[in-house]
């Protein structure tokens, strides 16, 4: 006789900030939650990103959670910017003080999730050969959690020790006297380079695209700083969610053509020197939108370069030219350009010196071979997409979430995508996140979904589709936002550019955190404007289902 499979009335995918925040909140908004989570432990991106240097880009106060002021007042930050180890700290912190293991499964993948239309539920398959019914399917899998391979012949021959940094070791190599060689200088090469140089015996770093790094002035934090800290959080988080990039820093009105060359170089040395992340993308309010005042910008960062990299040849490579300033995400780091003045640090510029391919002994380039005992990998991600796309996700009549896909990712709102109901994805294609605070991006979207399964169960309302008018006008607002900015002349993992054969399509929402905030909830107080509600009328017992199409599509995804 088959077991009975027990029904829950969301499975949460991941355990990283939005899966612990999800099961927090639905759980305490009454529903039954089980968690999936493929590492043995919790963390999300900081439990697989423990390469050497890896640390978030935003400030603590920042990037953390706002839904309790208890643990804000409690949780002792050390640094400025965290390091992996300390934010896996204060997620396990945090999964204990809200006693939200017992609802997870760890070292267990989600293979497989199937929509059953006759019942409106998801039939979830799991690694461990079981499958559980789940009235919604939340998969909190990140958008940077499919580690990219670098497409180079020859990696499986190798003969020294690799890694991938989206794939780090629980057990950590040792790094002294080994000839190291690091792909890719975006966000964690950056990171791992300035962490191992000086570590190894040498480091050779490939670069196929040289990026605009800004210095992160980290700085370890005294009880005053987070006293002070402490005394404005309110202030902080109620402005950081009206703002564009969901951080407590309103964006400059004017534009840097207005300003005569001493005020703009006054301004954009005051950035250098208080940098954070968005420093400079906030002196004024069209860097990231015209040419000129980027170019602006891109110059000053490229003299800074020239005055910090002795060798001039050195320099010279390392200057970022082909995309504009901040349309890939700018590095953080304070000592990355002076790690190049070290002699057991060299850089091969790979687009003068392209790999060959990988041997056993090393990397071969055009110009030799270069002997290696360990390869890193810092190349990136399948962002997005790359996670749902490696479970066989079946919607309405079977069909696979990776073909609606297949051209390019589709949703409403970055919540729903169409013939996919009862699935929420957690800042998904379609709205900010990373283009905003994740965290902030994380909590207003699990806010969003915790309150609309809420109405849901109090309207008996069964199933929530996104309306195919509704989601093909906001994803074509997606793209005419972006189209207003520089963002599309950079090859971006924004839109898919880094990973070969994948659909080129700007996926986050450009249009800013806080009028994206606005937008749901306009779409939510007007009775969830734009998707398809279906009620249960289960008077006979049998299932009666009373569409109520409330989506008006010229209205829904309209410009925020
Ligand atoms: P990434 O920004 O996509 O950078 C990948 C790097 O690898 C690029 O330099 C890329 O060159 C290079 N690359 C890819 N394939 C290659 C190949 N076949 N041969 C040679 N080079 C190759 O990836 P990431 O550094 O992991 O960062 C991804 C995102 O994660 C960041 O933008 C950020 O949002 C987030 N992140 C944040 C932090 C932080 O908070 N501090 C740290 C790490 C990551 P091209 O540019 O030429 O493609």
């Not at 896996?88 to 989600?110: C, G, P, S, W």
């Not at 990140?142 to 989206?166: D, M």
């Not at 073909?403 to 998904?428: C, I, R, S």
């Not at 207003?484 to 929402?509: C, H």
Request: with cysteine.
């Amino acid at each position: 006789m088959s077991q009975e499979v027990k029904i829950v009335d969301a499975v949460v995918i991941g355990a990283g900030f939005a899966g612990l925040y999800a099961i927090k909140r639905l759980r305490d908004a009454g529903f039954s939650v089980q968690a999936f989570e493929a590492g043995d432990g919790i963390g999300g991106t900081w439990y697989w990103n423990h390469y050497p240097g890896a640390r978030v880009d935003l400030e603590c106060w920042d990037y953390s959670y706002s839904f309790s002021s208890e643990l804000q007042d409690e949780w002792e930050w050390s640094q400025r910017y965290p390091s992996a180890q300390e934010l896996m700290a204060y997620l396990e912190h945090v999964a204990d003080r809200f006693k939200l293991r017992q609802q997870i499964q760890f070292n267990t993948r989600v293979e497989a999730a199937e929509f059953i239309e006759a019942d409106n539920l998801w039939l979830v398959r799991t690694s461990d050969g079981k499958t559980r019914k789940a009235r919604f399917l939340v998969p909190a899998t990140g958008g940077l959690s499919v580690p990219k391979p670098p497409e180079i012949p020859g990696i499986e021959t190798f003969r020294g020790e690799a890694y991938h940094t989206g794939r780090w070791p629980r057990q950590e190599p040792t790094y002294e006297g080994k000839r190291i060689g690091v792909i890719g200088t975006g966000s964690s090469g950056v990171q791992v380079v300035h962490s191992l140089a000086g570590k190894c015996k040498h480091l050779t770093v490939f670069q196929r695209t040289a990026v605009f790094v800004v210095p992160a002035k980290n700085h370890p934090l005294t009880p005053e700083m987070r006293q002070r800290a402490r005394a404005t959080y309110a202030e902080r988080r109620s402005l950081s969610r009206i703002t564009r990039f969901g951080i407590p820093a309103p964006m400059a009105n004017e534009s840097a053509l207005d300003a005569t060359p001493e005020e703009r170089r006054a301004k954009f040395e005051n950035a250098w020197i208080n940098s954070q992340l968005l420093g400079f993308r906030q002196c004024y309010g069209d860097i990231l939108a015209n040419d000129e005042s980027n170019e602006m910008v891109a110059e000053f960062i490229r003299s800074k370069i020239r005055e910090i990299v002795k060798d001039p040849e050195t320099s010279r490579k390392l200057l970022p030219y082909g995309f504009p300033f901040g349309t890939k995400r700018p590095c953080l780091s304070d000592t990355y350009y002076s790690v190049f003045n070290r002699d057991d640090v060299s850089l091969v510029d790979l687009k003068s010196t392209p790999i060959v391919r990988i041997v056993p002994k090393g990397v071969e380039t055009s110009e030799g071979l270069i002997e290696l005992d360990m390869l890193i990998y810092a190349t990136g991600y399948d962002a997005f997409t790359g996670a749902l796309s490696h479970i066989d996700v079946r919607g309405v009549g079977g069909r696979k979430l990776s073909d609606k896909w297949a051209a390019g990712a589709k949703t409403y709102l970055g919540l729903v995508a169409q013939g996919f109901p009862n699935l929420f994805t957690v800042t998904g294609p379609g709205s900010p996140g990373p283009l905003a605070n994740m965290a902030m991006s994380i909590e207003q979207h699990v806010d969003w979904i915790a309150d609309c399964m809420t109405y849901l169960r109090a309207n008996r309302i069964t199933r929530i589709d996104a309306d195919k008018g509704a989601e093909e006008n906001w994803m074509q607002h997606v793209q005419d936002v972006v189209s207003r900015t520089l963002y599309e002349k950079a090859n971006s993992w924004y839109r898919g550019a880094n990973v070969p054969g994948k659909p080129q399509l700007f996926l986050p929402y450009l249009g800013g955190h806080g009028n994206y905030r606005k937008k749901c909830e306009e779409v939510a107080a007007a009775g969830y404007l734009g998707f398809v509600l279906t009620r249960e009328t289960t008077a006979t017992g049998m299932a009666d289902k009373a569409a109520s199409r409330i989506a008006a599509a010229g209205l829904a995804g309209g410009a925020v």
